[in-house]
């Protein structure tokens, strides 16, 4: 049903010496925050891991983010101009797709590759289904998605060793074939943890290594310590609340102790929540406005549902990482969790 | 100075800039009186009353009639006709039904018919016109002051209602009907609200600091209509002048030791002035759904209000003007303005020495809640706190983007609504299946949503359009199950 809406015809409005005044609907005043202010700031927010991936992973990292900010921009503004709608590339979401595609996908994939995912995540996840606002899964995760499925061995197998001589442009053009490590996730997934300890020496230097980001992994995943900062202060101004990771967090780590070691309540929590991207998907991706729900308790919800299936995927899946698949079966859920966990009416529990 | 400790509610609320330094400290200033005033005929909360503008003898005014048929209902019966003079506080209009409010003439002057103006809120509306001339301030009333303890409470209660007091914070609910408590009903509090949470309005600020003898004694009258003893008088923090001058009043009325009076800061937050809002802040008790502040033994006035019903016991004297802040950085000199009620917003601003350059919008009322209007030959009512002129700085033009459902709105809303899918709902055409989301009784409409939008969404008028298509689908079904029973 379409809407018509009459206007006044400007002579009827005398304003004052001539100057038409500008008549709007209350209120009359506004926060000064807006939707490009928010995502310009997330944007921000996920710039030091990408700095750091340059000088562990290589200079080439820089080059994939940018080759997938740009075909994410690019795909949004194309489809928008051929589907005669406005062009929104400005308000910073399709640049947010981009950095966190890039950030899902390992360092020594070809430069092709995040162009075929942009696509994906920008065209068939996000356009099609409305625009900003009426996507159902979170659009970076699907184009990562679509990627395992048509190149699962580049997407699994292309991880490069962290470099630790300032050689970062020892990967430039390398592409697949460079292939010279396993993630952490991998290794305890398929040698137990002994192979890990061997492999990325002792616990301790493990818990420092992966928290500032020396491991194997995909781009941006890698260093729990830059992401917290960004999340950290993504909640400091508001912009997201601490439940949705939190508890994705607390789930995660708390279903690894239990469940993740050869007998129960022996598994190891930290290494669960340092590893395999669980801290950016908990910040900067379960928080996804549009995908996830809007109420604290339901985010609370979505966040256990998000832990709970990532331990399940991780200790009894096919994949060794969980995050980014438990995310995308969570993200239809949230209609629902909205509908169960709505505001609470002012008069709610009033004495009748 | 130590802090002071501020209650407020729990629930929503936004912190929008204050922009209250622009008047606060500006003493109240009498305008001289205007080349003729417009009084809307309608003024007040009340029911439609017959429709018929019957003069006192010998024929209506012409174009009333003509009026009248235009806007069926919302008409009172008019005293006066074309070239009578009429002085100031002289009763021009009666109520028709038992809810309304008594009008008076707010100049001395002639009066020249009745005309259709320019209403903020309502488009246009007849209005009776009076024209001021030369000698007609001269001819100003001069009040008596006379003992309010001498009068019995149905006494106080009819000055009241001579007076045509309505609430003066915006809703205009007729002061004398508020007070006509029926039996049966357990009160045992007066809340008198000078929150005045709208950025930018200091009316009721003002008022405080010059008036709080009067805001004190006004009370006491209110209270023995009521029968209670206890008064709190609720006030947002950013005004500590005016708490510091109501204490100082308290303390000196202190030998009556029949009342409690006291006052209880709010913390600074909008909807502090909200009925719901300021209940809940002063007494912790939430009024339920659908019912009235009296069912939780609350009765709320605003201080304004309060004052108007003093002079109107105590002085005889009836709502014939008001003070409204006149303010924004679109105007020439701001300043908290006595004006006459019907006073054209034009001759204000030629009072004030006129507009700037860079004038971007003119809003009658709060910037949260008041309205925009295209032209300045708007008449004031007796519900009007101010007139902002806002200068492009202060002015957000920027057009709307789709919902991002941050769920800011919902952390908004006072109410515990869901705005947000209101607007999607009303976007898509579906406005008429709205009303499972429960807002029709509690959403007043306070612009917290809108307000913390950051996609800049107008959800405050998709609340509206949900409201109209409701009813309208509502009266489209009445009609056709009308249809079948006929058929």
């Not at chain 2, 000698?135 to 001269?138: F, L, M, P, Q, V």
């Not at chain 2, 009322?365 to 949260?368: I, K, L, R």
């Not at chain 2, 919902?403 to 941050?406: K, L, Q």
């Not at chain 2, 055409?429 to 612009?447: H, R, S, V």
């Given at each position: 049903m379409a809407k018509k809406i009459s206007t006044i015809p400007h002579e009827s409005c005398d304003g004052v010496d001539g100057h038409h005044l500008l008549v709007s609907v209350s209120p009359h005043l506004k926060t000064d925050i807006t939707t490009a202010r928010i995502m310009w700031t997330v944007v921000a927010c996920l710039m030091p891991p990408l700095v750091l991936s340059v000088f562990v992973f290589g200079f080439q990292t820089l080059i994939i983010t940018a080759v997938s900010v740009l075909s994410c921009v690019a795909t949004e503004a194309v489809s928008q101009k051929l589907l005669g709608r406005p062009i929104t590339?400005?308000?910073?979401s399709a640049v947010i797709t981009g950095v966190l595609l890039a950030y899902v996908i390992?360092?020594?994939?070809?430069?092709w590759m995040p162009v075929l995912g942009a696509v994906m995540a920008i065209?068939?996840?996000k356009i099609v289904m409305g625009g900003l606002g009426f996507n159902i899964f979170n659009p970076a995760l699907i184009g990562r998605a679509f990627l395992v499925a048509t190149y699962p061995v580049a997407m699994t197998t292309a991880w490069l060793e962290p470099i630790?001589?300032?050689?970062?442009?020892?990967?430039?053009?390398?592409?697949?074939?460079?292939?010279s490590a396993a993630t952490p996730l991998y290794v305890l997934k398929h040698y137990g943890m002994a192979a890990v300890l061997e492999q990325f020496g002792s616990r301790l230097s493990i818990y420092t290594d992966f928290f500032v980001g020396m491991?194997?992994?995909?781009i941006g995943e890698t260093s729990a310590l830059l992401l917290l900062l960004g999340g950290l202060y993504l909640i400091y101004k508001r912009y997201i609340n601490w439940h949705t990771p939190v508890s994705i967090l607390v789930t995660t780590g708390g279903l690894t102790w239990i469940f993740?070691?050869?007998?129960?309540?022996?598994?190891d929590p930290l290494l669960a929540v340092l590893s395999g991207g669980l801290i950016l998907g908990a910040f900067f991706m379960a928080t996804d406005y549009v995908t996830s729900p809007t109420q604290r308790s339901g985010q609370v919800v979505f966040g256990i549902g998000v832990g709970a299936l990532t331990v399940l995927i991780r200790l009894?899946?096919?994949?060794?990482?969980g995050v980014a698949y438990a995310i995308l079966l969570m993200n239809p859920l949230t209609p629902a969790i909205d509908q169960w966990f709505k505001p609470k009416k002012f008069s709610q529990g009033a004495v009748q | 100075m130590m802090a002071i400790q501020a209650a407020t509610f729990p629930k929503g609320g936004v912190h929008p800039?204050?922009?209250?330094?622009?008047?606060?400290?500006l003493a109240i200033e009498p305008m001289p009186y205007p080349s003729k005033v417009s009084l809307f005929l309608k003024q007040h909360v009340g029911a439609p009353c017959e429709v018929s503008v019957t003069?006192?003898?010998?024929?209506?005014i012409d174009d009333g009639l003509l009026f009248a048929t235009e806007h069926p209902g919302a008409l009172f019966r008019l005293l006066v006709d074309k070239k009578d003079r009429v002085r100031?506080?002289?009763?021009v209009g009666e109520i028709g039904t038992n809810l309304g409010a008594v009008l008076h003439a707010s100049v001395s002057g002639t009066v020249t018919g009745v005309e259709s103006a320019l209403h903020y809120q309502v488009g246009k509306a007849p209005a009776l016109v009076i024209r001021t001339d030369p000698?007609?301030?001269?001819m100003r009333p001069v009040y008596q002051q006379t003992d309010?303890?001498?009068?019995s409470k149905e006494d106080l209660r009819k000055r009241i209602a001579a007076a045509g007091?309505?609430?003066?914070?915006?809703?205009?609910?007729?002061a004398d009907i508020k007070l006509n408590v029926k039996p049966g009903v357990k009160l045992d509090t007066l809340l008198l609200n000078g929150?005045?949470?709208?950025?930018?309005?200091?009316c009721d600020h003002r008022v405080m600091v010059e008036f709080p003898h009067e805001i004190i004694e006004g009370a006491k009258i209110l209270l023995t209509v009521l029968g209670i003893t206890y008064c709190v008088i609720g006030v947002e923090n950013n005004k500590p002048d005016a708490i510091a001058t109501l204490n100082d009043a308290i303390a000196q009325a202190k030998?009556?030791?029949v009342f409690k009076i006291e006052v209880k800061p709010l913390a600074?937050?909008?909807?502090?002035?909200s009925a719901d809002q300021i209940m809940q802040s002063v007494t912790g008790r939430v009024r339920p759904s659908g019912r009235r502040s009296s069912s939780i033994g609350i009765i709320v006035q605003n201080v304004y209000t309060t004052k108007k019903i003093y002079d109107a016991v105590v002085?005889?004297?009836?709502?014939?003007e008001r003070v409204i802040t006149i303010t924004g950085?679109?105007?020439a000199r701001p300043a908290n303005l006595l004006v006459k009620i019907g006073t054209h917003i034009s001759e204000i601003v030629d009072y004030l020495g006129g507009t700037t350059e860079d004038l971007c919008k003119v809003v009658v009322?709060?910037?949260?809640m008041g309205f925009a209007v295209s032209d300045l030959n708007v008449p004031i009512t007796k519900t009007t706190p101010g007139v902002l002129f806002l200068s492009h700085a202060e002015v957000d033009a920027q057009a709307h983007g789709p919902?991002?459902?941050?769920g800011f709105c919902l952390d908004a809303c006072p109410m515990g609504l869901e705005p947000n899918m209101i607007g999607l709902y009303v976007e898509a055409?579906?406005?008429?299946?709205?009303?499972?989301?429960?807002?029709?009784?509690?959403?007043?409409?306070?612009?917290s949503c809108a307000y913390a939008c950051p996609a800049k969404r107008p959800l405050v008028q998709f609340i509206r359009l949900a409201r109209l298509e409701i009813d309208q689908a509502r009266k489209l079904k009445e009609a056709r199950e009308q249809k079948r029973k006929t058929a």
């Open positions: 590339v400005k308000d910073g390992p360092p020594g994939v070809p430069l065209f068939v996840t630790r001589d300032w050689a970062i442009f020892r990967n430039l053009g390398s592409g697949v074939d460079a292939v491991m194997p992994g995909c993740g070691g050869e007998r129960l309540f022996t598994g009894k899946g096919g994949y060794p990482e | 800039k204050e922009n209250k330094d622009l008047t606060n400290a003069h006192r003898e010998g024929p209506s100031e506080g002289d009763r000698e007609a301030e001269a309010w303890r001498d009068f007091i309505v609430g003066l914070g915006g809703a205009g609910f007729p929150a005045e949470c709208e950025p930018y309005i200091t030998p009556d030791r600074v937050k909008y909807p502090q002035g002085l005889g004297k009836p709502l014939v950085r679109g105007i009322g709060g910037p949260m919902c991002i459902r941050c055409g579906k406005g008429a299946e709205t009303e499972d989301f429960g807002f029709l009784d509690d959403c007043f409409e306070c612009g």
